[in-house]
T-cell receptor, first 110, second 117 residues
Framework: GQNIDQPTEMTATEGAIVQINCTYQ??????LFWYQQHAGEAPTFLSY????GLEEKGRFSSFLSRSKGYSYLLLKELQMKDSASYLC???????????FGKGTRLHILP | EPEVTQTPSHQVTQMGQEVILRCVPI?????FYWYRQILGQKVEFLVS????????KSEIFDDQFSVERPDGSNFTLKIRSTKLEDSAMYFC???????????????FGPGTRLTVL
């Protein structure tokens, strides 16, 4: 089976940097996704990691360590619109589905 | 930019009734998915569909659920006899490649909020 853990809520200040951690257990890892979800809306794709290391895309970066079963999403220069839930999701190589974590609700303070 | 569309945005039904949720995936995508999200809970995989057949389904996707691609553009989820616990947001997603490919970004539709009374 698969298990994904991430903090339930985090708070950060506009303009600052925040790191959202995700740990996972899966029997056959084949990629980790980060999605952003605003309240009442659909998840939108942010990043994908399948190899160890850091993937940078503008203000957002995602890191993966497969040996540790660990990933983080780093958000820089936070803006109020970044207030959302951030979903860590893992794909098992045997399956044609993505398993989502419960998400981390990020609150941005002015 | 192409996007996944879903109709209706909100569906209210009585317990025991049948509902059909509709999705139009991105036109050159080959793989289609349904997910659901009960209010305040995580996104849960229901089913994946490729080449006119189900390729994977979760334990949630029991005999009350079915999917169909009735024509070249629509992808539907049918719930035969709705239960109170089926109340959730249902998201359709599509991708160019399958989950088994090295990379597949799944594009999500805006969702249909199903309320079962």
């Amino acid at each position: 089976g698969q298990n994904i853990d991430q903090p339930t809520e985090m708070t950060a200040t506009e303009g600052a940097i925040v790191q959202i951690n995700c740990t996972y257990q899966t029997s056959g890892f084949n990629g980790l996704f980060w999605y952003q979800q605003h309240a009442g809306e659909a998840p939108t794709f942010l990043s994908y990691n399948v190899l160890d290391g850091l993937e940078e895309k503008g203000r957002f970066s995602s890191f993966l360590s497969r040996s540790k079963g660990y990933s983080y999403l780093l958000l820089k220069e936070l803006q109020m619109k970044d207030s959302a839930s951030y979903l860590c999701a893992v794909r098992d190589y045997r399956d044609d589905k993505i398993i989502f974590g419960k998400g981390t609700r990020l609150h941005i303070l002015p | 930019e192409p996007e996944v569309t879903q109709t209706p945005s909100h569906q209210v039904t009585q317990m025991g009734q049948e509902v059909i949720l509709r999705c139009v995936p991105i036109s050159n995508h080959l793989y289609f998915y349904w997910y659901r999200q009960i209010l305040g809970q995580k996104v849960e995989f229901l089913v994946s569909f490729y080449n006119n057949e189900i390729s994977e389904k979760s334990e949630i996707f029991d005999d009350q659920f079915s999917v169909e691609r009735p024509d070249g553009s629509n992808f539907t989820l049918k719930i035969r006899s709705t239960k109170l616990e089926d109340s959730a947001m249902y998201f359709c997603a599509s991708s160019k490649t399958s989950g088994r490919a090295a990379y597949n970004e799944q594009f999500f539709g805006p969702g249909t909020r199903l309320t079962v009374l």
